[in-house]
């Protein structure tokens, strides 16, 4: 995967129970968890997360309370994870993407970036 303009951009498939889409998403080690636009999460048919109502998120506009849902599978390049907690937020226009994969992503991968190279992976830790 390549870095662009400074960015760890990729393409992800994110899965509800019974539908898929695939949408260009941005590493963001400094969002706690990730983000995916309202639309899509409706389109997706998430399930709420009832142990975690709602999430707590400091924005450009301030602090903000915004449901917690659970992403059945994400997929991006061999690495597939399961049961994912995302929170649903539209990230303001003109941002050219509107999926955020946080820490909470992170967390459970092995991210190895390589600036020289211009690159970054992905894997299983």
């Not at 995916?36 to 142990?51: M, S, V």
């Not at 659970?70 to 390049?77: G, Y």
Request: hydrophobic letters at 45%.
């Amino acid at each position: 995967m390549d870095i662009v303009d400074r960015k760890l951009i990729c393409r992800v498939k994110l899965h509800g129970k019974k539908r898929s889409v695939y949408e260009d998403a941005l590493v963001d080690t400094g969002a706690a968890f990730t983000v995916i636009p309202p639309e899509t999460c409706e389109f997706l048919d998430l399930e709420a997360d009832n142990q975690l109502p709602k999430a707590r998120l400091v924005t450009a506009s301030g602090i903000i309370e915004t449901p917690v849902k659970i992403l059945e599978k994400l997929e991006i390049a061999e690495l597939e994870i399961w049961r994912l907690q995302i929170v649903v937020h539209k990230i303001p226009d003109p941002a050219p993407i509107k999926v955020l994969l946080g820490m909470n992503f992170i967390e459970r991968t092995k991210l190895v970036i390589d600036g020289k190279k211009g690159q970054f992976t992905l894997a299983y830790p």
